[in-house]
């Protein structure tokens, strides 16, 4: 099959292909009545970023199941690189908008966000989008780039990464929301949920030299745990990943995923990821390994599943 002609296939196809599914079903199950907290999982498809966000957390019950009143929340998107928001390179700015509006509106008395990123720093902000949509969605920058906003923990079940220092936020506010970008990476294959623990990292050089895939597995476990997972697959990167070398690596696949099992949700992730470029799961070792140490599943189905073609 020519490429163009794939990537069309793919894009028609989308979530439900992901999921062993036809379009049709898509169209059945989003007319179908909702039931609070009925399912483990939401692939979102079609839609803007913020319709896809408020689709996929309404099928989950609310941001009030994982924001209470009162709370500080941590939004941790990918900020990593110098790159505006078309090349897919960080977090779509209008999910991490989405996000925060409905976690002041969960009655959340302060949204922090912050990355430990791979640029300098101040671009990376500047020129993702981020920093200035943060502030008119009414949370607050945090900042990651000096040693000084991080604290050493140990992680007693890890197998490599017996101590790290991690973001003082992420241990100090009351919950945690992960919102990664979907993208190929050259070294770890894939870059989704799992990895973008390595933005809550201090000395990421410790991790690359030390069996890296075992290092992101061993990450995700420290105490304080996200509430809930949100993987922007709007623009994704297919290619030259992480931080992509043109417009011509991007393609806009307008998809969403969410949900609270960190190896799930990047399982689903690379199933859908693989109709844009061939990626197979046993490829990416932070995944199974996650699934070895049961850091979640990679056995997604027999999940609960909402998928919404909107």
Not at 15 to 32: C, L, T
Not at 112 to 127: I, L
Not at 269 to 281: E, G, H
Request: proline share 4%; net charge positive; glycine share 8%.
């Amino acid at each position: 099959m020519e490429r163009r002609n794939f990537i069309k296939t793919a894009a028609i196809g989308g979530v439900a292909g992901a999921f062993g599914m036809q379009a049709k079903a898509f169209a059945e199950n989003n007319n179908a009545p909702e039931v609070q907290s009925a399912y483990d999982l939401v692939a979102v498809m079609g839609g803007e970023p913020e319709v896809m966000y408020a689709r996929a957390i309404e099928s989950l019950g609310g941001i009030r199941q994982f924001v209470k009143s009162g709370s500080r929340v941590i939004v941790k998107p990918n900020i990593g690189w110098d790159r505006a928001p078309e090349f897919a390179a960080n977090t779509n700015p209008e999910l991490v908008v989405a996000v925060i509006k409905d976690c002041l509106a969960a009655g959340a008395r302060e949204v922090g966000v912050f990355d430990n990123t791979c640029d300098e720093w101040r671009p990376c902000y500047k020129n993702s989008g981020i920093e200035d949509a943060v502030v008119a969605a009414g949370g607050k920058i945090l900042y990651g780039h000096e040693e000084r906003y991080y604290r050493t923990v140990n992680i007693p079940a890890a197998k490599r990464l017996k101590t790290c220092k991690i973001h003082e936020a992420i241990l100090d506010y009351d919950v945690w929301i992960n919102i990664p970008v979907l993208k190929n990476h050259g070294g770890t294959r894939m870059t989704i949920a799992m990895k973008n623990y390595m933005g809550i990292v201090w000395d990421r050089r410790y991790m690359h030299s030390n069996d890296l895939q075992q290092c992101i597995a061993d990450i995700t476990l420290i105490a304080k745990k996200p509430v809930l997972t949100i993987v922007d697959a709007y623009r994704i990167i297919t290619q030259n990943g992480p931080k992509g070398r043109s417009l011509a690596d991007v393609q806009t696949p307008k998809a969403l995923f969410m949900g609270t099992d960190l190896v799930a949700i990047d399982t689903a992730a690379v199933r859908f990821f693989s109709q844009y470029q061939t990626t197979r799961l046993e490829d990416v070792g932070h995944i199974i390994i996650g699934n070895e140490m049961k850091i979640g599943t990679t056995d997604i189905d027999n999940l609960r599943i909402n998928r919404i073609r909107i």
